[in-house]
C-alpha cells in the first residue's frame, strides 16, 4: 500500500482563495479554451479544505466559514459586473447567491458523515448538479456560475452538449477534479476504491476523463457539417447608452424618432435584395406601446412603410408593450392597477412583422432576471426599490416558448425570439427547437453592464446554445457583441462593441431535432432525485445509529 503524499497542506483561508482563483479562470474577463482547463482542478482545494478541517475536527461553523469565504470570493470575482448597474443589487446577487452554493456542500459533508466517505465523495456532484437543475427554474434563478457554462470559450471541446446539454459539463468538471483528489491524496477510504500500485497508473483515470471527452468532441466536430437551406440575415448594433442616451430623462435623451431614424439607417446600410431578416436589439422600441392600439402609432405606421419599401424582409425587434385585462379575475399575478387604466401588465417584448401588412406577432419574455423583471413574493418588500436597469417589479411573461411563424418568402425561416438573460439556460433554449424553430436570435442590451466580463460571458454562452440545438445563432446587441455563431459554436462574425453598427450574415436552418432538445435535461432531473434518496437514506441512517466520525 503507497502512503499519502507527505506534503503540507497550506491553511484552509488560504486553499479557498485559490479554489475560487481557480474556478474564476474559467470565466476570465475575456475567456479563452486554455483558460478554462483550470475548472478541472478548481475544486481541488476546497477539497483539500474540507478534509483538512474534518481531521482537525474543526466545528460545523468553521467549515461552514470557509467554505462561504471560497464561494463569495468565486461570485464576487466572476459577477462583480453586476454592481455597475446598481451596487446595492449586486453585492446582494453575490452574497446570496454563494450562500444558496453552500448547501449541497453542506449537504454533501453531512452525507459523508452518516454513510463514509466513499458514498460521500459519490455524493457531491449528485448535490451540486441537482442544485444546478434547481437554480434553472424556480423565483431565484440565477445559473450564471452553472459548471458546465465555463466551457462556452471552449465550444471544440463540448460538442456533445447536443446529447448531455451543459450540465453534462458540470459532471465533467466535478469527474476530473474528484479523480485529481483521489488519485493525489485518496487514502484511508476516501477514494471508492482501493489505491495500490506506482503513483503514475493512479493518474490514468483522471488523464482519461480529461482527455476522452475533448477527444471524442474533436471527432463530433469534425464530422459535424452545416444543417439546413441558408437565408440571409441583418443584425444591428445603434450603441445608445442606456444611461443617458437611450430613455427619456437621460442627460443626453435621443428622441425616440432619432432612435428609430438610427436603427432604419443602420439596417439599410447592409440590406440586399437577398435579406430575408432583419434584428433590432431589445427594448430597441422603449415607449410603452399599448398591444390592442399599437398600429395606430407613428411609430409603428413608419416601420410598417419601410418594410413596404422591402418586399420579402422581416423584422424582429425589443419593444416595451403594455396588455391590460377586462377585470381582475382575468388578471395575472404581475398585474397593475391603476385607477384610471385598471389592470394592466408591463412586457418586454420581442415584436415580429413578417411585412409591411401581416398582424405583428409578439413574444413576451418568459425567462425574467430576479430582482429587476421578477420579485418573488416573499422579497417585494425588500428589494422592490433595487434598480438593475430597466423596469423594476415584476413584468408580465408567458409560459410558452413562442416560434415565429415561417416567413412567406423564405419558409424554412422561423425565428425563436430570445431576449437577454434567457440565452443563459440550455433546457429553456431548447424548447424553442423542439417547437419548431430553425433559427435563434438573440436581442439585448448589453450597455447596462459597461465595458465589463458580462456582455463577454454573455455572447460566449450563446455558442452553447448553439451546439445543444445544433442551430445557427442571430445576435443584435443594442451595444456589446452584435454577430453570428453557428451550429458548431464557432463565432462566424462579431461586431466591435461601442459603435454604431450593423452586420450580415448567412445562416443554416436546421429544422432536426437533437437527443437533447427531444428529451430535456435527464441530468438534472436524474441527480434531483439521487439527490433526495441519498438525504433520506443518510437521515434514516442517523436516526438509526449514531454518524460516522468524520475521517476526511
Not at 141 to 166: K, S
Not at 205 to 231: C, D, F, H, M
Not at 293 to 310: C, D, F, G, V
Amino acid at each position: 500500500m503507497t502512503s499519502t503524499p507527505k506534503t503540507s497542506l497550506p491553511r484552509p483561508a488560504v486553499l479557498a482563495v485559490l479554489g475560487a482563483l481557480l474556478l474564476w479562470g474559467g470565466w476570465a474577463p475575456y475567456p479563452s479554451a486554455p483558460l478554462s482547463l483550470l475548472l478541472f482542478i478548481g475544486w481541488v482545494p476546497y477539497l483539500l479544505l474540507e478534509r483538512k478541517l474534518t481531521r482537525q475536527g474543526a466545528r460545523k461553523r468553521r467549515v461552514f466559514a470557509h467554505t462561504y469565504l471560497f464561494l463569495v470570493l468565486w461570485n464576487a470575482l466572476t459577477t462583480w459586473w453586476v454592481s455597475y448597474a446598481e451596487l446595492t443589487a449586486g453585492i446582494a446577487a453575490v452574497v446570496l447567491n454563494a450562500l444558496l452554493m453552500c448547501l449541497p456542500l453542506m449537504a454533501f459533508r453531512q452525507t459523508k458523515k452518516r454513510l463514509g466517505n466513499r458514498i460521500g465523495y459519490l455524493s457531491l456532484p449528485v448535490f451540486w448538479i441537482a442544485f444546478e437543475q434547481l437554480h434553472l427554474t424556480w423565483d431565484l434563478t440565477w445559473p450564471w456560475l452553472t459548471l458546465g457554462n465555463g466551457f462556452a470559450a471552449a465550444p471544440q471541446w463540448v460538442q456533445w452538449y447536443e446529447y448531455t446539454g451543459f450540465l453534462g459539463g458540470s459532471v465533467w468538471v466535478w469527474a476530473v477534479n474528484l479523480l485529481i483528489f483521489w488519485a493525489w491524496w485518496g487514502r484511508g477510504g476516501v477514494a471508492p476504491w482501493a489505491i495500490s500500485g506506482p503513483r503514475r497508473w493512479r493518474w490514468a483515470l483522471p488523464v482519461l476523463a480529461l482527455w476522452v471527452p475533448i477527444v471524442a468532441s474533436t471527432v463530433i466536430g469534425r464530422n459535424y457539417q452545416e444543417k439546413g437551406p441558408t437565408a440571409e440575415v441583418v443584425v444591428v448594433q445603434p450603441n445608445l447608452d442606456p444611461y443617458v442616451e437611450k430613455f427619456e430623462g437621460g442627460a443626453k435623451f435621443v428622441p425616440y424618432d432619432e432612435q428609430i431614424t438610427r436603427l432604419l439607417a443602420l439596417s439599410e446600410q447592409q440590406l440586399t435584395p437577398q435579406t430575408r431578416l432583419v434584428l433590432w436589439p431589445e427594448t430597441a422600441l422603449e415607449e410603452a406601446y399599448w398591444q390592442n392600439t399599437i398600429e395606430s402609432n407613428p411609430k409603428i405606421q413608419r416601420i410598417r412603410a419601410w418594410l413596404a419599401q422591402h418586399p420579402g424582409v422581416a423584422l424582429l425587434t425589443g419593444i416595451t408593450t403594455i396588455d391590460s385585462y377586462p377585470n381582475k379575475e382575468a388578471a395575472s399575478e404581475t398585474a397593475r392597477f391603476r385607477d384610471d387604466l385598471g389592470y394592466y401588465d408591463i412586457f418586454n417584448t420581442g415584436a415580429y412583422f413578417a411585412n409591411a401588412t401581416a398582424p405583428i406577432s409578439f413574444y413576451h419574455k418568459s425567462r425574467l432576471v430576479p430582482g429587476v423583471e421578477k420579485i418573488p413574493p416573499a422579497l417585494a418588500s425588500i428589494i422592490s426599490h433595487i434598480d438593475l436597469g430597466g423596469t423594476v417589479g415584476s413584468v408580465g411573461s408567458q409560459p410558452d416558448r413562442t416560434v415565429y411563424p415561417a416567413h412567406p418568402a423564405a419558409p424554412a425561416l422561423r425565428v425563436a425570439p430570445i431576449i437577454c438573460y434567457e440565452s443563459i439556460y440550455g433546457d429553456f433554449v431548447s424548447e424553442y427547437a423542439k417547437n419548431g424553430a430553425t433559427l435563434l436570435s438573440v436581442i439585448t442590451n448589453d450597455a447596462w453592464w459597461h465595458d465589463s466580463p458580462g456582455y463577454r460571458q454573455l455572447f460566449s454562452y450563446g455558442a452553447l446554445r448553439c451546439i445543444e440545438t445544433r442551430r445557427d445563432l442571430a445576435r443584435s446587441a443594442n451595444t456589446g457583441f452584435t454577430g453570428f455563431i453557428n451550429q458548431k459554436g464557432e463565432v462566424i462574425q462579431r461586431e466591435q462593441a461601442w459603435i454604431p453598427t450593423a452586420s450580415r450574415g448567412t445562416v443554416h436552418l436546421n429544422d432536426e431535432v437533437t437527443f437533447y432538445v427531444r428529451y430535456g435535461e435527464l441530468i438534472g432531473r436524474g441527480t434531483q432525485v439521487l439527490a433526495v434518496l441519498l438525504l433520506l437514506v443518510a437521515i434514516m441512517q442517523g436516526w438509526r445509529k449514531k454518524p460516522t466520525p468524520l475521517l476526511g
